[in-house]
């Protein structure tokens, strides 16, 4: 069962903008965790935070998670045109540390 | 180099065709998984093992077999694939299924069932 899901479906904006996609879940979390896919490739993990944090960032990637509104954002800071990829929201929650991915969100950065 | 590998990468079978998709990790990890990818439906997990010979149904395991007989490998098997099997799968390992770490992901292999 999906339990995470991205918004925007598709994201498309020009190299430099920032980029920001939200993942909203309904049942409470252990934690949440970002995965980015390029093309027909394998997911690669970016980030993990946790239920009771409410902010991390790596480089240019900042999370937040709002427990309250069952809802988490990334935000790419000063993209580039190789973050063209999809990012997945994960979620665990309950008893289960087993991750359930969201359909994504597309982003396209034009150089 | 740590890393999660998948055999083949691509493959055209016929209807009713058995096969057998391999995957391997050189990481020791405890918890391997299998997920389809559909346009539009996401990952879908097929079916995960926290351990050797300890393994689970996920979301859509109708039509698959596992197995977890050494740590490394969690092979995949269709015993009569149907074109509805047509995907994209992803093999993944992560150290742990207790607590949270992050998973590792194969390069994928794509299935075409005519």
């Known amino acids: 069962s999906q339990q995470g899901e991205e918004d925007p479906q598709a994201l498309s904006i020009q190299e430099g903008e920032n980029a920001t996609m939200n993942c909203s879940y309904k049942?409470?979390?252990?934690?949440l965790q970002w995965y980015r896919q390029n093309s027909g490739r394998g997911l690669v993990h970016l980030i993990l935070i946790r239920s009771n944090e409410r902010e991390k960032h790596s480089g240019r990637l900042r999370v937040t998670l709002d427990t309250s509104k069952k809802s988490s954002s990334l935000l790419i800071t000063a993209s580039r045109a190789a973050d063209t990829a999809s990012y997945f929201c994960?979620?665990?929650?309950?008893?289960?540390?087993?991750?359930?991915f969201g359909r994504g969100t597309s982003l396209i950065v034009h150089p | 180099e740590a890393q999660v590998t998948q055999n083949p990468r691509y493959l055209i079978t016929v209807t009713g065709k058995k096969l057998t998709v391999t995957c391997s990790q050189n990481m020791n990890h405890e918890y391997m998984s299998w997920y389809r990818q559909d346009p539009g439906l996401g990952l879908r997990q097929i079916y995960y093992?926290?351990?050797?010979?300890?393994?689970d149904k996920g979301d859509v395991p109708e039509g698959y077999k596992v197995s977890r007989k050494e740590k490394r490998n969690f092979p995949l098997i269709l015993e009569s694939p149907s074109p509805n099997q047509t995907s994209l799968y992803f093999c993944a390992s992560s150290f742990s299924p207790l607590g949270t770490y992050e998973q590792y992901f194969g390069p994928g292999t794509r299935l075409t069932v005519t």
């Open positions: 049942t409470s979390i252990n934690n």
């Open positions: 093992s926290m351990n050797v010979e300890v393994t």
């Open positions: 994960a979620t665990e929650s309950g008893g289960s540390y087993i991750p359930t």
